[in-house]
């Protein structure tokens, strides 16, 4: 089975600086998909970027960035000048294809200091 | 441009009682799935279903079952609430290369 694992529970920045937020998973497909969800205090969970595995170019959403490992199984997603309202939990999830189950995370919790 | 929506958003069940989550999705979608979420566990899955009528297991089922007699509505059922079955509940759902919506989530409390 299709495990994910986030090994920081909390993670903590300072506002305008960059923070990184770890994922590994396991899988023995060589297709399939990886995404980092957001969920602020209003518990509405937002998409915050994908990956598709067999994308060697890395993800990049404006301010967020992804560092895909393949070989590794390492889904790490960058922040770059982190603002108040990133402060949310993160979560790392992994579905064997489009429309499928997501397998998540225990999630990272990221707090911004101003 | 409410896409999912969950019928609470705060419930609090007595133990024994046979307790009712709602969700509703407004995207035609035919993959829908509920989650359970707990500190330090993230979200686990604990039914789907792909299609009206259809359901299947997901990692954590038991105490629970589901039912989907319309494409657009995903009931959750919890047959005999239990205290520890108090939890944040979520559903989504997807279609396709669509990323998943979620709901805003029904936190559940069993006393």
């Known amino acids: 089975a299709q495990t994910v694992t986030q090994s920081q529970p909390e993670m903590s920045v300072q506002e305008a600086e960059t923070v990184t937020l770890s994922c590994t998973y396991d899988?023995?497909?060589?297709?399939?998909?990886l995404f980092w969800y957001k969920q602020p205090p209003s518990r509405q969970m937002i998409l915050v970027i994908r990956q598709e595995a067999y994308k060697q170019q890395n993800a990049t959403e404006n301010r967020f960035s992804v560092n895909f490992q393949k070989a590794a199984k390492s889904f790490s997603l960058k922040i770059s000048d982190s603002q108040l309202g990133d402060a949310a939990m993160y979560f790392c999830?992994?579905?064997?294809?489009?429309?499928?189950?997501?397998?998540f995370g225990a999630g990272t919790i990221l707090r911004v200091k101003s | 441009d409410v896409k999912v929506t969950q019928s609470s958003r705060y419930l609090v069940k007595r133990t024994g009682e046979k307790v009712f989550l709602e969700c509703v999705q407004d995207?035609?979608?035919?993959?829908m799935f509920w989650y359970r979420q707990d500190p330090g566990l993230g979200l686990r899955l604990i039914y789907f279903s792909y299609d009206v009528k259809m359901k299947e297991k997901g990692d954590i089922p038991e105490g629970y079952s589901v039912s989907r007699e319309k494409k657009e509505r995903f009931s959750l059922i919890l047959e005999s609430a239990s205290t520890n079955q108090t939890s944040m509940y979520l559903c989504?759902?997807?279609?396709?290369?669509?990323?998943?919506?979620f709901g805003q989530g029904t936190r559940l409390t069993v006393v």
């Open positions: 899988t023995s497909e060589s297709d399939y998909y």
């Open positions: 999830a992994y579905s064997m294809e489009y429309g499928n189950k997501l397998v």
């Open positions: 995207m035609d979608h035919e993959n």
């Open positions: 989504a759902s997807i279609q396709g290369n669509t990323e998943a919506f």
